[in-house]
């Protein structure tokens, strides 16, 4: 090896970045193909291993990933909402704490979650029946769907007279790697309820990633964020309400995306494409004959 491409030799921590960001960075549901790629690439099992430990769990909660906890109780999601240590994320539903193995994506234990990691009694009530409420339009909406609901400000409120803060999340992943393509829908809503104003406010960041590689790659990213509010009221009342906002702005995006990929041929593709050459003259093709390259190739030809 010469002196030359001894100096271009990435040391080993340019090395883990990079493979950290190939992680990080995979579509849905693909990670477990790109790491295997990754591990051949580095030979290297110990920057591997260090790759992975860091950026599996970055990837895991940026996707929201769910994973099936033992005997079937339910899933757990993946989120910073949920996580009480680096392997341990709790599932409010069902009162229980999931232990992860990130780099597997499973779950290896599961404990009873302590009073300190659940809501008091007053808040769980405004908890619970948002969980319903949103499990069910989930449900209906997205084929495959998980969601949770989390408190995540004010959790220790007795009683009236206090803000708390929840937050809705919502994954729908369709993989399909036989077929070339995968995709998947993240939501995340912060839902403020502010006692003194009688008021709840909802801020909502939509996630659409697709990638479709059947003889090429094409990836789609697309996001989207808004605002709402509704009144204050009982909780069954305010879980109503917040689905319904949160129903009215995903379908609200969904037919916009669909309405904007219907109009592609006509809009983004059409501006791809030159409106003139550079002669800034239109191509004649009522009359081609004034073209000189047509009459030299008709006169080489002899085409009358």
């Given at each position: 090896m010469s002196d030359e491409e001894s100096d271009q030799q990435l040391s080993d921590d340019q090395k883990l970045e990079i493979a950290k960001w190939f992680l990080t960075n995979s579509p849905a549901g693909e990670i477990q193909y790109i790491s295997k790629d990754i591990r051949s690439v580095l030979m290297d099992d110990d920057l591997?291993?260090?790759?992975?430990?860091?950026?599996?769990?970055?990837?895991?909660?940026?996707?929201?990933?769910?994973?099936?906890?033992?005997?079937?109780?339910?899933?757990?999601?993946?989120?910073?909402?949920?996580?009480?240590?680096?392997?341990?994320?709790?599932?409010?539903?069902?009162?229980?704490?999931?232990?992860?193995?990130?780099?597997?994506?499973v779950c290896i234990d599961v404990?009873?979650?302590?009073?300190?990691?659940?809501?008091?009694?007053?808040?769980?009530?405004?908890?619970c029946d948002l969980d319903a409420e949103i499990l069910k339009y989930v449900g209906e909406a997205y084929k495959k769907g998980v969601c949770s609901v989390y408190c995540i400000n004010g959790k220790d409120a007795e009683g009236p007279g206090l803000d708390f803060e929840l937050a809705v999340v919502i994954n729908a992943s369709r993989c399909s790697p036989q077929n070339f393509c995968n995709g998947s829908w993240r939501s995340?809503?912060?839902?403020?309820?502010?006692d003194e104003l009688q008021v709840v406010e909802l801020r909502g960041k939509l996630q659409v990633g697709a990638h479709y590689f059947e003889e090429g790659n094409v990836q789609l990213d697309a996001s989207h964020e808004c605002k709402d509010s509704t009144i204050f009221q009982s909780p069954e009342d305010c879980a109503l309400s917040i689905t319904n906002i949160i129903r009215h702005h995903e379908t609200e995006y969904l037919s916009s995306l669909e309405g904007s990929y219907l109009n592609l041929p006509d809009t983004t593709f059409k501006d791809l494409r030159r409106k003139l050459p550079v002669t800034r003259t239109l191509f004649p093709w009522h009359n081609t004959m004034q073209i000189s390259l047509?009459?030299?190739i008709t006169k080489e030809l002899g085409i009358k």
């Open positions: 591997y291993n260090k790759a992975a430990s860091e950026a599996f769990p970055i990837y895991n909660k940026n996707h929201l990933i769910s994973i099936e906890m033992p005997n079937r109780s339910g899933d757990v999601v993946v989120t910073t909402f949920a996580e009480l240590s680096d392997t341990e994320y709790l599932d409010p539903r069902t009162a229980q704490v999931a232990v992860v193995d990130h780099v597997k994506q404990r009873p979650a302590t009073d300190d990691e659940l809501c008091s009694p007053y808040i769980e009530e405004f908890r995340i809503w912060n839902i403020e309820f502010k047509t009459r030299d």
